[in-house]
């Protein structure tokens, strides 16, 4: 599966955007899907994660109550709302596909995905 995410921008710290990732193919729907992020000079994090129907979800402790991740299985898209930004936040953020067939906390790992998207750059100013 090939994943295309886009979406990010310059945000005020307060402020709100939304991610979207697109993928290839007809198995869209038989993947848990992911958003991670990477700032410089940082290892990649986890920010989010959605099971197969988005029935079940995982946030990142940095992110519960401000990131929503949804999927639209017909639109073979994810998304990543977040809300209420900080200039933490900034970072290039990923969407990636993995075909485990267990959705669980194991989710928060990046060897757990298969595919990965190009990632989208979020800078949130001050």
């Known amino acids: 599966v090939q994943l295309q995410a886009f979406g990010g921008g310059l945000v005020q710290a307060g402020g709100s955007l939304r991610l979207s990732c697109a993928a290839s193919?007809?198995?869209?729907?038989?993947?848990?899907m992911g958003w991670f992020r990477q700032a410089p000079g940082k290892e990649r994090e986890f920010v989010a994660a959605?099971?197969?129907?988005?029935?079940?979800?995982l946030y990142a402790d940095s992110v519960k109550g401000r990131f929503t991740i949804s999927r639209d299985n017909a639109k073979n898209t994810v998304y990543l709302q977040m809300n209420s930004l900080k200039p933490e936040d900034t970072a290039v953020y990923y969407c990636?596909?993995?075909?485990?067939?267990?959705?669980?906390?194991?989710?928060?790992?990046?060897?757990?995905?298969?595919?990965w998207g190009q990632g989208t750059q979020v800078t949130v100013s001050s």
């Open positions: 990636a596909a993995s075909a485990r067939r267990v959705f669980s906390a194991l989710q928060m790992v990046v060897a757990a995905y298969n595919y």
């Open positions: 193919g007809r198995t869209f729907s038989s993947y848990i």
């Open positions: 959605t099971n197969w129907s988005g029935g079940s979800t």
